[in-house]
């Protein structure tokens, strides 16, 4: 049984995995925590991967190793190709060069060991939560099997109680959360959240961020997040990845690359008023083109 997000928030937060401790898939489930045993972490091998539309380049030669377990964030300015990433690595989009590896064999065409959230929820309004949760269930469950994984996955992000309710009767966070349950029900070796808290206020926001620390603290699940948001990659991710240009190229039309990769110090929950984030904040606003005294 996997414990409810109300008694989480905060404090497994605090016990967040780094990749070292998540365990590697195969390894004996004895030597799991509760609640990982049946959850996959997989490794994500990008090399030179690259993607144009018509004969305009968009991305290019993105070579990158991402780890079990690890939770990569993905900045960039509007339009630099995050998405076009993060849709690449799901196999939702089949058009890129290079090679995306995903526990050593290429992605496939809407690929089952990945899931996909959205900044809007995406949610069916004339279903259920229960029943929105289930449609991400995977088709070899039995019903029982299905009905139980969706209770327990309610259970995790906090919406126990609403699971009869429609869309319209919760609010944005908590569609948000539904959302995230219904990518989760597959039990992904991969999560790609595109701008998932995006369109949520700013104190939702917050809770929402403690919740998916909690989420991967459950399922150690590897986890590639695209947010505009310089703070929210701070705190959530191992890794920073800043897309842009290439300080040495000169021509824009080239295409985005890898412009900055960091490593972010320290367990989560971080402290956000730490020198040491404060200085990495200042260089990924600088990679993103805003000026250090306007923030
Ligand atoms: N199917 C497509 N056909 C043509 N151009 C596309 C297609 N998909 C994306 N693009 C273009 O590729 C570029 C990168 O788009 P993408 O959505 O990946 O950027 P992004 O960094 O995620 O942007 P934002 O931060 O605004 O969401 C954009 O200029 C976009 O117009």
């Not at 780094?18 to 898939?25: G, K, N, T, V, W």
């Not at 990769?261 to 730490?274: E, Y």
Request: hydrophobic share 40%; with cysteine; aromatic share 2%.
């Amino acid at each position: 049984m996997i414990s409810p997000a109300s008694t989480l928030t905060g404090t497994a937060a605090a016990t967040s995995a780094s990749p070292a401790d998540s365990p590697r898939p195969g390894a004996p489930a004895a030597e799991q925590p509760a609640g990982r045993r049946d959850y996959t972490s997989l490794d994500v091998r990008l090399s030179a991967v690259g993607r144009s539309f018509d004969s305009r380049t968009v991305l290019r030669d993105v070579s990158l190793q991402i780890a079990p377990g690890e939770v990569l964030a993905i900045l960039g300015s509007s339009g630099c190709g995050k998405s076009t990433l993060l849709r690449a690595v799901g196999g939702l989009d089949t058009g890129n060069t290079g090679e995306i590896l995903i526990d050593g064999s290429p992605v496939r065409r809407y690929d089952e060991r990945t899931a996909v959230g959205f900044q809007e929820p995406r949610l069916l309004p004339w279903r259920s939560i229960h029943k929105n949760v289930s449609l991400g269930l995977p088709r070899s469950l039995s019903k029982a099997e299905g009905r139980e994984r969706v209770d327990e996955l309610l259970e995790l992000v906090g919406l126990h109680d609403r699971a009869s309710l429609r869309p319209r009767e919760i609010s944005g966070g908590m569609a948000q959360r539904a959302s995230l349950a219904r990518a989760l029900a597959r039990r992904p070796g991969v999560l790609l959240l595109d701008e998932p808290f995006g369109a949520l206020d700013a104190l939702t926001r917050l809770k929402m961020q403690d919740l998916l620390l909690d989420l991967h603290a459950e399922t150690g699940t590897t986890v590639l997040l695209v947010t505009h948001d310089v703070d929210e990659a701070l705190q959530l991710a191992d890794r920073v990845l800043l897309l842009g240009q290439d300080p040495a190229d000169t021509d824009p039309a080239e295409g985005a690359t890898i412009a900055r990769l960091l490593r972010v110090p320290g367990q989560r929950p971080r402290d956000r008023a730490s020198a040491e984030l404060a200085a990495l904040r200042s260089e990924l606003f600088s990679g993103l083109g805003v000026d250090s005294h306007s923030h």
